[in-house]
Each structure stands twice: as structure tokens, then as C-alpha cells.
């Protein structure tokens, strides 16, 4: 007599969410594009921010985004690199900015008026107080540009907490934890740089949904300086205004009675208001007054529609 024994496979007590699976396999950049345009406009922003720093004129652009595990990124930079620590309030997490130290000693020769016409600076060496603080600076202007470029799908405030020389400390996650590793190559008096950014991959499943769309039919980087321009622009535009100091209705009759002469008199005082429309669209309230043999207005207040229309019911 044979006895078959049933096998019953033990239930996982734990079982995985399609989206745990989804972490443990890191991020796909492919499925985030977003990604790539929000890394774009970085590269536009630093560029813009860094002439703060010097004339000369620097290029930011971006050589490469990946997955990587932390543990890996932090070996990497180590001992070439400088870090900031910056808080992400909107997603309660922590991002890295890494500076190598090349960039650091191009930023340093540029800022203090060189040319270019040196050769590099290449000794690997501690950074001096100087150089510490121009990195914390340079860090300063890419967390403000790092802001901008995230606002396109949400409002991101990036808060400076500490920089770190020493890799160990820099760790905003567990080693083992896959991050996104953007890096970017600067261009200044001949000279290249390397800035990285570090955003843990749990840092973004908040806003994973909004990185997943592709907004960049609808999303254009805006030119600070074609921004400034329109700016200019406008304010130089001219416009005509009238000020109403009396409406008063009259007949076809009263018209037709008028002779050379006549005299309209008005109930208006001086101390009356004026008003000043632009286009038959009340915009101020205005005091009437003389200066050098010229009429003048002074603005009092905002013309409220909406009061005076309620004001009007009331007075019939």
C-alpha cells in the first residue's frame, strides 16, 4: 500500500507588494523621463547660477544618469569629492550634492581671475578654508537651481544641512539602497569638473506618478533672460489713461441748446475723488492737484468694482 503525502507550500508571512519587488530591483529611468528633464533644466540653471560666481563663462551639462547602490557612489567620491547634505522638506528626505575636486580648484582659479593659460591644478590634497567656502557657495547656488528644476511637477525646498569631506557621513540611507546618480560635467577656462547629485530611490516614490508622466510636449525651460527681457519690455510699453472727474447725462436737447458761451457747471469740488480709467476700465481713485502749471493726479486707493456696484444699490 503506497501512501501519497500532500505537500503544502507555507504561506509567505510577509508577502511582497509589486512595489517592494519594484525597489528591491532599483529604479527604471526609462519610466521616469521626467527625470531627465528635470536634470536638463539643472544643467541650464547652474550654468546661468555659476556666472554669480565669475565672468568667465560655464557650462554645465549632463553626462549620465543611472541606478546605483549608495555604498557604491559614497566609495566612489571618496577622498575626491565634497558633500552637502540637503533636506527635501516636501518628501521628508535627504539628497546629496557632490562636488569633485577638480571643479572645486576651477571654480577657485576662475574666481580669483585666472585665465586659463595655466596648467590645471591636480594635487591631491585636503581643500583649504577658501575652497571649502567657495564649494559651500557653489552648493548654495545649485540647491537654489535644484528647486527650480524640480518645480516643474512639484514644489521642492531644498535646505542646506552640512557638507561632509568624509564619505561615511554622507550616508542619507542605508548602503545597500538604490539611488538615482545624475552627473554632470562642467566646462570653465578649459578646465572640467564633476557635480553629482544622489536622490535615494525612497526619496522619490512620492512623487513617483509625476516623474512617470511626460510633461516635455507641455514643459518648456524658461530663458531667465528672455524672462528679464519681456520684463523690460513691458514696463517700457506705453499707455493711455483719462481721469473722470464728473459724469453727468445730458439730452439730445440739452445738446442741441448749447451756444458758444455756455458754461457746464459742474458739481465736482477740488477735494472731490477722480477717478482714472485705462481702456473704459476703472483702476484707481485719485486727488486731483497743480504742480509747475500742470494738473496732477495723486493715486489714493484701487478701484473696488465689485463695493461700488453695492454701494450704488444701497445710495437708490
Known amino acids: 500500500m503506497t501512501t501519497r503525502a500532500k505537500h503544502h507550500a507555507e504561506p509567505d508571512p510577509q508577502p511582497r507588494s509589486p512595489e517592494h519587488l519594484f525597489d528591491s530591483a532599483g529604479i527604471s ?8 528633464v528635470i536634470f536638463d533644466r539643472l544643467a541650464m540653471q547652474c550654468s546661468e547660477n555659476t556666472r554669480q560666481l565669475s565672468t568667465a563663462p560655464a557650462y554645465f551639462s549632463v553626462n549620465s544618469v543611472k541606478t546605483e547602490r549608495l555604498g557604491k557612489i559614497l566609495e566612489t567620491a571618496e577622498g575626491k ?5 540637503l533636506h527635501a522638506q516636501a518628501w521628508d528626505a535627504r539628497v546629496l550634492v557632490g562636488l569633485d575636486n577638480k571643479l572645486i580648484f576651477a571654480l577657485v582659479e576662475a ?27 557653489t552648493i548654495d547656488l545649485i540647491s537654489r537651481s535644484l528647486q527650480s528644476a524640480f518645480s516643474v511637477i512639484v514644489e ?55 516623474l512617470t508622466a511626460d510633461h516635455t510636449i507641455d514643459v518648456a525651460a524658461a530663458d531667465p533672460r528672455w524672462s528679464r527681457r ?48 485705462c481702456n473704459d476700465e476703472p483702476l484707481f481713485w485719485c486727488q486731483l492737484g497743480q504742480a509747475e502749471g500742470n ?15 453695492l454701494d450704488g444699490l444701497i445710495d437708490h
Do not use: W
Not at 569629492?81 to 547634505?85: F, K, P, Q
Not at 574666481?111 to 557657495?137: C, H
Not at 519681456?230 to 459724469?247: F, G, L, P
Open 29 to 36: 529611468i526609462e519610466r521616469m523621463p521626467m527625470l531627465r
Open 81 to 85: 569629492a565634497v558633500v552637502a547634505v
Open 111 to 137: 574666481l580669483f581671475g585666472g585665465d586659463g593659460s595655466e596648467a590645471p591644478y591636480v594635487e591631491n590634497r585636503a581643500l583649504t578654508n577658501i575652497e571649502m567656502r567657495v564649494a559651500q557657495k
Open 156 to 210: 521642492s525646498n531644498f535646505k542646506f544641512e552640512r557638507i561632509e569631506t568624509r564619505m561615511d557621513f554622507a550616508a542619507i540611507a542605508p548602503r545597500n539602497n538604490f539611488a538615482v546618480l545624475a552627473k554632470f560635467n562642467l566646462r570653465i577656462l578649459a578646465r572640467s569638473g564633476e557635480l553629482f547629485i544622489v536622490i535615494p530611490q525612497a526619496a522619490l516614490n512620492p512623487i513617483r506618478q509625476s
Open 230 to 277: 519681456i520684463k523690460t519690455e513691458v514696463s517700457k510699453a506705453e499707455v493711455t489713461v483719462q481721469a473722470i472727474i464728473q459724469e453727468e447725462g445730458f439730452t439730445l436737447g440739452d445738446i442741441a441748446d448749447l451756444k458758444v458761451g455756455h458754461i457746464l457747471q459742474l458739481k465736482s469740488t477740488p477735494k472731490s475723488r477722480v477717478r482714472l480709467e
Open 295 to 309: 494738473y496732477t493726479l495723486r493715486v489714493d486707493a484701487v478701484v473696488d468694482s465689485d463695493q461700488d456696484f
